[in-house]
Structure formats: structure tokens, C-alpha cells
């Protein structure tokens, strides 16, 4: 069966930073695009960031450039989300969604095109 699993969500502070994992089992991610997404209370979920299988290729949200920085590890079969500078506003539950097939980098940070899905980690940020 094909999991996915983030981890590393928690409270922070303003300014402070985070750094998300997203675990496969039972396939690997190499062939798969990884995305990103958020959904804080009451908002839809929005993409925060995508890479290809390859990893040569990202995107980024307007909201997080410059501070959130997506990576992967194919033989560990995770990818991550670092996040500096974090924000009141970058509160939410954060998913990560994989895709098999060819990466378009202008459209991958939208939701429909993702078939597997995590549960989530809960990121908070506030003093």
C-alpha cells in the first residue's frame, strides 16, 4: 500500500524555523513529484512547494520564496521542507502529496494533479 508520512511539524516562534519530512512506504519516490501543500483553519489548501523526481526542477508559493527551500533524498525515499523565517501566517497542517509522471513546474503546485496524500503535520507558529 502506498504511504505517505510528514513529520516534523511542532510550535515555533516568529523568525524561527522548521524543517518538514515527507516518508514513502511501500513504493519509491523515484519517479514521483513531490508537492507541498497547507491548509490553515477555514482557508482552502494552497501548494507551498514542488519538486520533480529528479529533483532538478522546483517551485515555490510567491508567500514562502526566499524563505522555504524543498529537497529530496531519493535513497532515503524522503523529501523535505526546510522553513526559515517562519510567520504567524504560515500556521496550518501541511501535506505532502505525490504524482507519478512528467513534471510541468508551472503547474505543479496545484492540488488535482496529486494522487497519494499524507495525513498532515500541524505547524504552529506564535510567541
Known amino acids: 500500500q502506498l504511504q505517505l508520512e510528514e513529520s516534523g511539524g511542532g510550535l515555533v516562534q516568529p523568525g524561527g524555523s522548521l524543517r518538514l519530512s515527507c516518508a514513502a512506504s511501500?513504493?519509491?519516490?523515484?519517479?514521483?513529484?513531490i508537492g507541498w501543500f497547507r491548509q490553515a483553519p477555514g482557508k482552502e489548501r494552497e501548494g507551498v512547494s514542488c519538486?520533480?523526481?529528479?529533483?532538478?526542477?522546483?517551485n515555490y508559493a510567491d508567500s514562502v520564496k526566499g524563505r522555504f527551500t524543498i529537497s529530496r533524498d531519493n535513497a532515503k525515499n524522503t523529501v523535505y521542507l526546510q522553513m526559515n523565517s517562519l510567520k504567524a501566517e504560515d500556521t496550518a497542517v501541511y501535506y505532502c502529496?505525490?504524482?507519478?509522471?512528467?513534471?510541468?513546474?508551472?503547474?505543479?503546485?496545484?492540488?488535482?494533479?496529486?494522487?497519494?496524500w499524507g495525513q498532515g503535520t500541524q505547524v504552529t507558529v506564535s510567541s
Open positions: 502529496a505525490a504524482v507519478r509522471g512528467p513534471f510541468i513546474q508551472a503547474m505543479c503546485l496545484r492540488r488535482p494533479l496529486y494522487n497519494y
Open positions: 511501500g513504493f519509491t519516490l523515484d519517479y514521483y513529484a
Open positions: 519538486i520533480s523526481s529528479s529533483g532538478g526542477s522546483t
